[in-house]
Nanobody, 121 residues
Framework: QVQLVESGGGLVQAGGSLRLSCAAS????????MGWYRQAPGKQRELVAA???????NYADSVKGRFTISRDNAKKTVYLQMNSLKPEDTAVYYC???????????????WGQGTQVTVSS
C-alpha cells in the first residue's frame, strides 16, 4: 500500500526556519509531480509549491523567495525548506504526490496525513 509520511512541522518564531520532509513508501511503480499544500483554519487548502520529476519547481506568490522545494528521487522524498517564516504561514501542511502503484497503469493523487506549522509573532 502506498503511503506518504510527513515530518518536520512545529512551532517557530517569526523570521525562523523549518524544513518539512515527505517520504513515499510501499509498492511504487513511478512518481510524477510532488508538492506541498497548506490549509489554515477557516480557509481552503492551497498549493504552496510543486516540483516535477525533473525538478522543475513552481511556487505560490506568497512564498516565493522564502520557501524552496526539492526532491530526492532515489529516496522518494520531497522537502520544503521554509525560511523567513511569517505568522500567516501558520497552517497544516500536506504532502501530495502523483503515483503509479507497482503493476498498475493508473496514476493517482496521494496525500500525507498533514503536519502542523505554527509561526508565532
Amino acid at each position: 500500500q502506498v503511503q506518504l509520511v510527513e515530518s518536520g512541522g512545529g512551532l517557530v518564531q517569526a523570521g525562523g526556519s523549518l524544513r518539512l520532509s515527505c517520504a513515499a513508501s510501499g509498492a511504487i511503480g513511478g512518481i510524477n509531480d510532488m508538492g506541498w499544500y497548506r490549509q489554515a483554519p477557516g480557509k481552503q487548502r492551497e498549493l504552496v509549491a510543486a516540483v516535477t520529476s525533473d525538478s522543475s519547481a513552481n511556487y505560490a506568490d506568497s512564498v516565493k523567495g522564502r520557501f524552496t522545494i526539492s526532491r530526492d528521487n532515489a529516496k522518494k522524498t520531497v522537502y520544503l525548506q521554509m525560511n523567513s517564516l511569517k505568522p500567516e504561514d501558520t497552517a497544516v501542511y500536506y504532502c501530495n504526490a502523483r503515483i503509479r502503484p507497482w503493476r498498475s497503469s493508473e496514476w493517482s493523487d496521494y496525500w500525507g496525513q498533514g503536519t502542523q506549522v505554527t509561526v508565532s509573532s
